[in-house]
């Protein structure tokens, strides 16, 4: 009887060194695994391979058109920079057309552009006198245009003699609220300059929906009109 006894006991002890040894097994299963991750970045060698571009537009008012990196500026809020008229432009007469230059391009790490002429406004912090606006309504405005590959200037000067050779005006003997209705592209990374020619005439008759009844009123009369080009990048 008591070997029996010593037999039962020596097999649980087994079972439950057996039962042991499984569960053993499991946990050194566990502890004992490999693992590998990978990961990956939105850029390579140091460099962000996410962003956003860059989009500047610059403005050019030498006359005659000069490409010296200090000629580029930017202005982008009313009024601007100043545009060069030909000699004469603050004692008009009756039949007298002044002429300006602008030059616009982008920034050589910019994105292309699309350029808008807008109507002119007038220049803030600028005083004119011009009761009932009379001048203003009486002044008419030609706008050229052409497109160069940069450096180049313009094919042909912002004068009297040379500005109607610029070819088919932008908008052409208009009132100063008239805004262009076509656009201009500029390329990419200063690629290409824009140039622009404006043409402002008195005209030699009195014109209609003015309060002034004759020429002689406008007499001594300023103003200052301001004109924004729009772009938008793409």
Same mark, same amino acid.
């Given at each position: ?88 432009? @603050? ?47 009486? @002044? ?95």
């Amino acid at each position: 009887m008591g070997n029996s006894r010593k037999t039962r006991n020596t097999r649980k002890i087994a079972a439950i060194a057996a039962g042991a040894l499984v569960v053993g097994i499991g946990a050194t299963y566990t502890l004992a695994s490999w693992n590998d991750s990978e990961w990956v970045w939105g850029g390579a060698g140091g460099v962000p391979g996410v962003g956003t571009s860059t989009f500047e537009v610059r403005q050019n008012t030498t006359s005659p058109f000069s490409d010296v990196e200090p000629s580029w500026a930017n202005r982008e809020t009313n009024s601007g920079g100043g545009l060069t008229f030909t000699a004469g432009a @603050i004692t008009l007469s009756p039949g007298d057309t002044i002429y300006a230059p602008v030059a616009l391009r982008t920034t050589s790490d910019s994105a292309a552009a699309t350029v808008t002429l807008n109507q002119a406004v007038p220049a803030t912090a600028v005083t004119v006198v011009d009761n009932s606006q009379d001048l203003w309504k009486s @002044i008419r405005v030609t706008v050229y245009t052409e497109k160069r590959t940069t450096p180049a200037g313009p094919t042909h000067t912002c004068t009297a003699a040379n500005a109607a050779s610029w070819g088919t005006p932008l908008i052409s003997d208009v009132t100063l609220d008239t805004a262009a209705s076509t656009t201009q592209t500029l390329d990419a990374q200063a690629g290409s300059t824009q140039h622009y020619c404006f043409a402002l005439r008195l005209p030699a008759t009195l014109q209609a929906g003015l309060t002034a009844t004759s020429l002689d009123a406008l007499q001594g009369r300023t103003i200052a009109p301001a004109w924004e080009f729009r772009s938008v990048s793409g």
